[in-house]
Protein backbone atom coordinates (compact mmCIF):
# COMPACT_ATOMS: atom_id res chain seq x y z
CA UNK A 1 0.00 0.00 0.00
CA UNK A 2 1.30 2.91 -1.04
CA UNK A 3 2.22 5.87 1.56
CA UNK A 4 -0.03 8.85 0.80
CA UNK A 5 -3.37 6.71 1.68
CA UNK A 6 -4.56 7.83 4.83
CA UNK A 7 -5.90 4.59 7.64
CA UNK A 8 -9.21 5.54 9.11
CA UNK A 9 -10.53 4.31 12.12
CA UNK A 10 -14.62 5.05 12.04
CA UNK A 11 -15.59 4.10 15.54
CA UNK A 12 -19.84 4.14 15.43
CA UNK A 13 -19.83 3.23 11.16
CA UNK A 14 -23.31 2.46 11.37
CA UNK A 15 -24.88 5.70 12.27
CA UNK A 16 -25.35 9.12 10.76
CA UNK A 17 -21.79 10.39 10.64
CA UNK A 18 -19.89 6.98 9.97
CA UNK A 19 -22.08 6.10 6.97
CA UNK A 20 -21.41 9.79 5.60
CA UNK A 21 -17.28 8.92 6.37
CA UNK A 22 -17.98 5.77 4.29
CA UNK A 23 -19.46 7.92 1.37
CA UNK A 24 -16.63 10.34 1.81
CA UNK A 25 -14.07 7.40 1.30
CA UNK A 26 -15.98 5.70 -1.46
CA UNK A 27 -15.53 9.00 -3.40
CA UNK A 28 -11.81 9.07 -2.64
CA UNK A 29 -10.25 5.76 -2.38
CA UNK A 30 -7.32 6.29 -3.91
CA UNK A 31 -6.71 8.52 -0.68
CA UNK A 32 -8.42 6.83 2.48
CA UNK A 33 -9.23 3.37 3.41
CA UNK A 34 -11.25 2.05 5.75
CA UNK A 35 -9.37 0.29 8.69
CA UNK A 36 -11.53 -0.03 11.26
CA UNK A 37 -15.68 -0.62 11.30
CA UNK A 38 -17.62 -0.27 14.72
CA UNK A 39 -20.90 -0.73 15.47
CA UNK A 40 -23.14 -0.84 18.54
CA UNK A 41 -25.60 -3.44 17.43
CA UNK A 42 -26.45 -2.69 13.65
CA UNK A 43 -24.72 -6.30 12.65
CA UNK A 44 -26.76 -6.27 9.39
CA UNK A 45 -25.02 -2.58 8.07
CA UNK A 46 -22.16 -3.09 9.43
CA UNK A 47 -21.78 -6.81 7.74
CA UNK A 48 -22.53 -4.98 4.32
CA UNK A 49 -20.14 -2.01 4.93
CA UNK A 50 -17.37 -4.40 6.06
CA UNK A 51 -18.09 -6.86 2.75
CA UNK A 52 -17.61 -3.28 0.96
CA UNK A 53 -14.75 -1.71 1.89
CA UNK A 54 -13.16 -4.89 3.55
CA UNK A 55 -11.45 -3.26 6.47
CA UNK A 56 -8.53 -4.70 8.64
CA UNK A 57 -10.94 -4.93 11.75
CA UNK A 58 -14.76 -4.87 12.20
CA UNK A 59 -16.06 -4.57 15.96
CA UNK A 60 -19.03 -5.35 17.40
CA UNK A 61 -19.94 -3.92 20.46
CA UNK A 62 -23.09 -6.30 21.30
CA UNK A 63 -21.35 -9.46 21.85
CA UNK A 64 -24.54 -11.56 21.21
CA UNK A 65 -24.08 -10.52 17.38
CA UNK A 66 -20.37 -11.65 17.23
CA UNK A 67 -20.93 -15.00 15.66
CA UNK A 68 -23.54 -13.63 12.98
CA UNK A 69 -20.59 -10.59 11.80
CA UNK A 70 -18.31 -13.12 12.37
CA UNK A 71 -20.18 -16.42 9.84
CA UNK A 72 -20.70 -13.58 7.14
CA UNK A 73 -17.14 -12.29 7.13
CA UNK A 74 -15.56 -15.60 7.80
CA UNK A 75 -14.55 -15.60 4.03
CA UNK A 76 -12.94 -12.46 3.83
CA UNK A 77 -9.77 -11.59 5.25
CA UNK A 78 -11.11 -9.31 8.03
CA UNK A 79 -10.15 -9.57 11.82
CA UNK A 80 -13.81 -9.53 13.74
CA UNK A 81 -13.76 -8.72 16.91
CA UNK A 82 -16.50 -8.24 19.82
CA UNK A 83 -16.86 -5.62 22.85
CA UNK A 84 -16.02 -2.22 24.09
CA UNK A 85 -12.42 -3.08 24.92
CA UNK A 86 -11.72 -4.19 21.50
CA UNK A 87 -12.17 -1.16 20.53
CA UNK A 88 -10.29 0.43 22.98
CA UNK A 89 -7.35 -2.18 22.10
CA UNK A 90 -7.61 -1.89 18.48
CA UNK A 91 -7.38 1.96 18.07
CA UNK A 92 -3.49 2.03 18.75
CA UNK A 93 -2.78 0.10 16.01
CA UNK A 94 0.17 1.22 14.28
CA UNK A 95 -0.83 1.39 10.83
CA UNK A 96 -4.16 3.69 11.72
CA UNK A 97 -3.68 7.46 10.89
CA UNK A 98 -7.08 9.11 11.95
CA UNK A 99 -9.54 7.70 14.48
CA UNK A 100 -13.27 9.33 13.58
CA UNK A 101 -15.05 9.22 16.44
CA UNK A 102 -19.08 8.74 15.97
CA UNK A 103 -19.93 6.83 18.88
CA UNK A 104 -22.90 8.02 19.97
CA UNK A 105 -22.22 9.70 24.02
CA UNK A 106 -20.17 8.62 27.09
CA UNK A 107 -19.56 5.21 25.18
CA UNK A 108 -16.53 7.55 22.95
CA UNK A 109 -14.41 8.58 25.99
CA UNK A 110 -12.16 6.01 26.43
CA UNK A 111 -11.31 4.71 22.71
CA UNK A 112 -10.60 8.86 22.39
CA UNK A 113 -7.97 8.55 25.15
CA UNK A 114 -6.52 5.25 24.09
CA UNK A 115 -6.54 6.87 20.40
CA UNK A 116 -4.93 10.06 21.54
CA UNK A 117 -2.10 8.17 23.94
CA UNK A 118 -1.19 6.32 20.77
CA UNK A 119 -0.28 9.46 19.10
CA UNK A 120 -3.97 9.29 16.73
CA UNK A 121 -5.34 12.49 15.13
CA UNK A 122 -8.61 12.58 16.20
CA UNK A 123 -11.66 13.67 13.57
CA UNK A 124 -14.00 14.17 16.60
CA UNK A 125 -17.54 13.84 16.06
CA UNK A 126 -18.06 12.49 19.47
CA UNK A 127 -19.24 15.72 20.92
CA UNK A 128 -19.84 14.17 24.46
CA UNK A 129 -15.75 13.37 24.56
CA UNK A 130 -14.87 17.00 25.25
CA UNK A 131 -17.91 17.76 27.04
CA UNK A 132 -16.99 14.98 29.91
CA UNK A 133 -13.64 15.57 30.15
CA UNK A 134 -12.65 18.29 28.25
CA UNK A 135 -9.56 19.30 30.08
CA UNK A 136 -8.39 15.82 29.84
CA UNK A 137 -8.51 15.58 26.69
CA UNK A 138 -7.33 18.63 24.92
CA UNK A 139 -4.29 18.43 27.70
CA UNK A 140 -3.60 14.43 26.86
CA UNK A 141 -3.57 16.00 22.53
CA UNK A 142 -0.81 18.82 23.98
CA UNK A 143 1.05 16.40 25.56
CA UNK A 144 1.02 13.25 22.74
CA UNK A 145 0.90 16.27 20.03
CA UNK A 146 -1.66 15.10 18.73
CA UNK A 147 -4.14 16.98 16.52
CA UNK A 148 -8.51 16.98 17.26
CA UNK A 149 -10.30 17.88 13.81
CA UNK A 150 -13.61 19.11 15.02
CA UNK A 151 -16.15 17.10 12.27
CA UNK A 152 -19.48 19.21 13.96
CA UNK A 153 -21.12 21.61 11.25
CA UNK A 154 -20.30 24.60 13.88
CA UNK A 155 -16.74 23.66 15.53
CA UNK A 156 -15.98 22.47 12.00
CA UNK A 157 -16.76 26.04 10.83
CA UNK A 158 -15.10 27.66 13.58
CA UNK A 159 -12.07 25.47 12.75
CA UNK A 160 -11.96 27.03 9.13
CA UNK A 161 -12.64 30.85 9.88
CA UNK A 162 -9.43 30.29 12.32
CA UNK A 163 -7.18 29.46 9.36
CA UNK A 164 -4.29 31.23 9.47
CA UNK A 165 -5.30 33.62 12.72
CA UNK A 166 -3.23 32.30 14.62
CA UNK A 167 -1.58 35.33 16.61
CA UNK A 168 -5.17 37.05 16.78
CA UNK A 169 -6.79 37.36 19.78
CA UNK A 170 -10.71 35.57 19.46
CA UNK A 171 -13.34 38.27 21.39
CA UNK A 172 -16.22 35.86 20.65
CA UNK A 173 -17.08 32.86 19.48
CA UNK A 174 -21.07 32.65 17.56
CA UNK A 175 -22.27 29.06 17.44
CA UNK A 176 -25.19 29.11 15.03
CA UNK A 177 -28.61 26.72 15.73
CA UNK A 178 -31.19 25.88 13.48
CA UNK A 179 -33.85 26.20 16.37
CA UNK A 180 -34.62 22.41 15.41
CA UNK A 181 -38.76 21.74 14.86
CA UNK A 182 -40.06 23.64 18.12
CA UNK A 183 -38.47 27.08 16.86
CA UNK A 184 -40.97 29.61 18.27
CA UNK A 185 -42.54 27.14 20.45
CA UNK A 186 -43.70 28.05 24.09
CA UNK A 187 -43.97 25.70 27.13
CA UNK A 188 -47.69 25.02 26.94
CA UNK A 189 -46.90 23.79 23.27
CA UNK A 190 -44.32 21.52 24.16
CA UNK A 191 -45.81 20.04 26.91
CA UNK A 192 -47.45 17.66 24.43
CA UNK A 193 -45.30 17.19 22.19
CA UNK A 194 -44.67 13.54 20.96
CA UNK A 195 -41.36 12.18 20.05
CA UNK A 196 -42.79 11.59 16.47
CA UNK A 197 -42.92 15.32 16.41
CA UNK A 198 -39.28 15.85 17.95
CA UNK A 199 -38.01 13.66 15.25
CA UNK A 200 -38.78 15.66 12.48
CA UNK A 201 -35.71 18.04 11.79
CA UNK A 202 -36.52 20.81 9.32
CA UNK A 203 -32.40 20.95 7.85
CA UNK A 204 -30.23 18.00 9.16
CA UNK A 205 -30.66 13.88 8.79
CA UNK A 206 -29.53 12.65 12.03
CA UNK A 207 -29.60 9.90 14.87
CA UNK A 208 -32.16 9.75 17.11
CA UNK A 209 -30.57 10.86 20.03
CA UNK A 210 -28.79 13.83 18.61
CA UNK A 211 -32.35 14.80 16.52
CA UNK A 212 -33.96 15.14 20.17
CA UNK A 213 -31.02 16.93 21.39
CA UNK A 214 -31.49 19.59 18.79
CA UNK A 215 -35.26 19.81 19.45
CA UNK A 216 -34.37 20.86 23.12
CA UNK A 217 -31.30 22.88 22.28
CA UNK A 218 -29.46 20.47 24.65
CA UNK A 219 -27.51 19.93 20.96
CA UNK A 220 -26.38 23.71 21.29
CA UNK A 221 -25.47 23.59 24.98
CA UNK A 222 -23.13 20.49 24.36
CA UNK A 223 -21.50 22.53 21.36
CA UNK A 224 -21.07 25.71 23.77
CA UNK A 225 -18.97 23.17 26.23
CA UNK A 226 -17.16 21.52 23.62
CA UNK A 227 -15.88 24.85 21.98
CA UNK A 228 -14.72 26.01 25.38
CA UNK A 229 -11.99 23.19 24.65
CA UNK A 230 -11.86 23.29 21.57
CA UNK A 231 -10.54 27.12 21.15
CA UNK A 232 -9.98 27.88 24.55
CA UNK A 233 -12.49 30.43 25.16
CA UNK A 234 -14.70 31.14 27.92
CA UNK A 235 -18.44 31.03 28.37
CA UNK A 236 -18.41 34.83 27.96
CA UNK A 237 -17.36 34.44 25.07
CA UNK A 238 -19.54 32.17 22.98
CA UNK A 239 -23.12 33.28 22.24
CA UNK A 240 -25.81 31.13 20.48
CA UNK A 241 -27.58 32.26 17.65
CA UNK A 242 -30.58 31.09 16.12
CA UNK A 243 -30.23 30.95 12.55
CA UNK A 244 -33.31 28.62 10.71
CA UNK A 245 -31.66 28.44 7.26
CA UNK A 246 -28.72 26.54 8.33
CA UNK A 247 -26.64 28.13 5.95
CA UNK A 248 -24.07 30.23 8.24
CA UNK A 249 -22.68 27.40 10.46
CA UNK A 250 -20.74 29.38 12.67
CA UNK A 251 -18.48 32.76 13.23
CA UNK A 252 -15.96 34.20 15.16
CA UNK A 253 -15.69 37.67 16.02
CA UNK A 254 -12.30 39.10 16.32
CA UNK A 255 -10.96 41.89 18.85
CA UNK A 256 -11.00 44.66 16.18
CA UNK A 257 -14.79 43.70 15.67
CA UNK A 258 -14.01 41.96 12.36
CA UNK A 259 -16.19 38.68 11.85
CA UNK A 260 -15.37 35.71 9.64
CA UNK A 261 -18.21 33.14 8.67
CA UNK A 262 -18.47 29.74 7.29
CA UNK A 263 -21.28 29.30 4.67
CA UNK A 264 -22.57 26.33 2.95
CA UNK A 265 -25.54 24.04 2.26
CA UNK A 266 -26.47 21.90 5.45
CA UNK A 267 -24.39 18.49 4.63
CA UNK A 268 -22.28 16.58 7.14
CA UNK A 269 -20.31 15.04 4.22
CA UNK A 270 -18.43 18.75 3.74
CA UNK A 271 -16.83 18.92 7.33
CA UNK A 272 -16.47 15.17 7.26
CA UNK A 273 -14.04 15.87 4.27
CA UNK A 274 -12.47 18.60 5.59
CA UNK A 275 -11.51 16.55 8.33
CA UNK A 276 -9.95 13.55 6.50
CA UNK A 277 -8.09 15.84 4.17
CA UNK A 278 -6.68 18.48 6.63
CA UNK A 279 -5.21 20.72 5.63
CA UNK A 280 -5.72 19.96 1.95
CA UNK A 281 -9.43 20.47 0.81
CA UNK A 282 -10.53 18.65 -1.83
CA UNK A 283 -12.41 19.06 -4.88
CA UNK A 284 -16.19 17.01 -4.75
CA UNK A 285 -19.46 17.16 -6.85
CA UNK A 286 -21.35 18.21 -3.27
CA UNK A 287 -24.36 20.62 -4.43
CA UNK A 288 -23.02 24.12 -4.42
CA UNK A 289 -24.91 27.12 -2.50
CA UNK A 290 -26.16 29.62 -4.34
CA UNK A 291 -27.10 33.10 -2.50
CA UNK A 292 -30.07 33.79 -4.86
CA UNK A 293 -31.74 30.73 -3.58
CA UNK A 294 -31.35 32.02 -0.24
CA UNK A 295 -32.17 35.79 -0.50
CA UNK A 296 -33.03 36.27 3.22
CA UNK A 297 -31.02 34.63 6.02
CA UNK A 298 -32.53 35.52 9.26
CA UNK A 299 -30.70 35.63 13.09
CA UNK A 300 -32.80 35.73 16.31
CA UNK A 301 -32.13 35.15 20.22
CA UNK A 302 -32.37 31.73 21.29
CA UNK A 303 -35.53 31.59 24.41
CA UNK A 304 -33.61 30.25 26.92
CA UNK A 305 -36.19 30.31 29.38
CA UNK A 306 -38.43 27.79 27.63
CA UNK A 307 -35.66 25.71 26.35
CA UNK A 308 -33.97 25.20 29.73
CA UNK A 309 -31.72 22.83 28.39
CA UNK A 310 -29.20 25.62 26.61
CA UNK A 311 -29.33 27.59 30.00
CA UNK A 312 -28.34 24.33 32.07
CA UNK A 313 -25.41 24.05 29.79
CA UNK A 314 -23.80 27.20 29.89
CA UNK A 315 -24.64 26.76 34.23
CA UNK A 316 -22.67 23.23 34.01
CA UNK A 317 -19.47 25.19 32.21
CA UNK A 318 -19.19 27.85 34.33
CA UNK A 319 -19.19 25.46 37.16
CA UNK A 320 -16.85 23.09 35.66
CA UNK A 321 -15.15 20.16 37.07
CA UNK A 322 -18.00 17.14 36.53
CA UNK A 323 -20.73 19.11 35.98
CA UNK A 324 -21.03 19.04 32.46
CA UNK A 325 -20.21 15.20 32.70
CA UNK A 326 -23.42 15.07 35.31
CA UNK A 327 -25.45 16.88 32.34
CA UNK A 328 -24.53 15.05 29.73
CA UNK A 329 -25.10 11.88 31.72
CA UNK A 330 -28.35 13.06 32.35
CA UNK A 331 -29.35 13.75 29.14
CA UNK A 332 -28.46 10.55 27.57
CA UNK A 333 -31.31 8.95 29.97
CA UNK A 334 -33.46 11.96 30.04
CA UNK A 335 -33.28 11.46 25.50
CA UNK A 336 -33.77 7.62 25.94
CA UNK A 337 -36.98 8.13 28.78
CA UNK A 338 -38.23 10.30 26.08
CA UNK A 339 -37.94 8.07 23.02
CA UNK A 340 -39.51 5.37 25.10
CA UNK A 341 -42.48 7.38 26.12
CA UNK A 342 -41.75 7.47 30.00
CA UNK A 343 -41.62 11.40 30.19
CA UNK A 344 -42.56 14.04 28.31
CA UNK A 345 -40.72 16.45 26.40
CA UNK A 346 -40.40 19.19 29.30
CA UNK A 347 -39.20 16.81 32.01
CA UNK A 348 -36.27 15.94 30.42
CA UNK A 349 -34.79 19.56 31.65
CA UNK A 350 -36.54 18.50 35.01
CA UNK A 351 -34.05 15.60 34.95
CA UNK A 352 -30.93 16.85 34.19
CA UNK A 353 -31.78 20.04 36.99
CA UNK A 354 -32.15 17.31 39.87
CA UNK A 355 -29.21 15.40 38.79
CA UNK A 356 -27.10 19.16 39.01
CA UNK A 357 -28.70 19.32 42.37
CA UNK A 358 -28.13 15.98 43.68
CA UNK A 359 -24.50 14.46 42.24
CA UNK A 360 -21.44 15.27 44.34
CA UNK A 361 -19.71 18.10 42.60
CA UNK A 362 -15.77 17.27 42.17
CA UNK A 363 -13.79 20.50 40.90
CA UNK A 364 -10.66 18.57 39.65
CA UNK A 365 -12.35 15.66 38.33
CA UNK A 366 -9.82 12.24 37.45
CA UNK A 367 -10.61 10.21 34.61
CA UNK A 368 -11.88 7.47 37.47
CA UNK A 369 -13.96 10.41 38.62
CA UNK A 370 -15.80 10.94 35.08
CA UNK A 371 -16.79 7.55 35.06
CA UNK A 372 -17.82 7.02 38.50
CA UNK A 373 -20.01 10.06 37.96
CA UNK A 374 -21.33 9.23 34.72
CA UNK A 375 -22.55 5.86 36.31
CA UNK A 376 -23.80 7.35 39.43
CA UNK A 377 -25.82 10.26 37.10
CA UNK A 378 -27.59 7.62 35.16
CA UNK A 379 -28.54 5.17 37.50
CA UNK A 380 -29.77 8.85 40.02
CA UNK A 381 -31.64 9.96 36.51
CA UNK A 382 -33.29 6.89 35.75
CA UNK A 383 -34.32 6.99 39.37
CA UNK A 384 -35.76 10.71 39.06
CA UNK A 385 -37.51 9.25 35.79
CA UNK A 386 -39.45 5.96 37.31
CA UNK A 387 -40.86 8.42 40.25
CA UNK A 388 -42.24 11.02 37.84
CA UNK A 389 -46.15 11.72 38.44
CA UNK A 390 -48.01 10.36 35.83
CA UNK A 391 -48.63 13.95 34.34
CA UNK A 392 -44.90 14.13 33.20
CA UNK A 393 -45.46 11.11 31.17
CA UNK A 394 -47.34 11.66 27.47
CA UNK A 395 -47.62 8.42 25.02
Request: some cysteine; proline content about 5%.
Amino acid sequence: MTNHIKNIAILGSTGSIGTQTLEVIRNNSNLFRAFLLTAHSNADLLISQAIEFVPEYAIICDVSKYPEVKEALAPLPIKVLAGHQAIIDTVIHPDITIVLTAMVGFAGLEPTIAAIKAGKDIALANKETLVVAGELITGLAKQHNVKILPVDSEHSAIFQCLAGEDLNHIEKIILTASGGPFRGRDAEFLANVTREDALKHPNWVMGAKITIDSASLMNKGLEVIEAKWLFDVNADQIEVIVHPQSIVHSLVQFHDGSVKAQMGLPDMKLPIQHALSYPTRLQNDFKRFSFTSYPNLTFEKPDMDTFRNLSLAYAALRQGGNMPCIINAANEIAVAGFLNRSIGFLAMSNVIEECMQHIPYIAQPTLSDYLNTDKETRIFAQNVINKLPIKAIQF
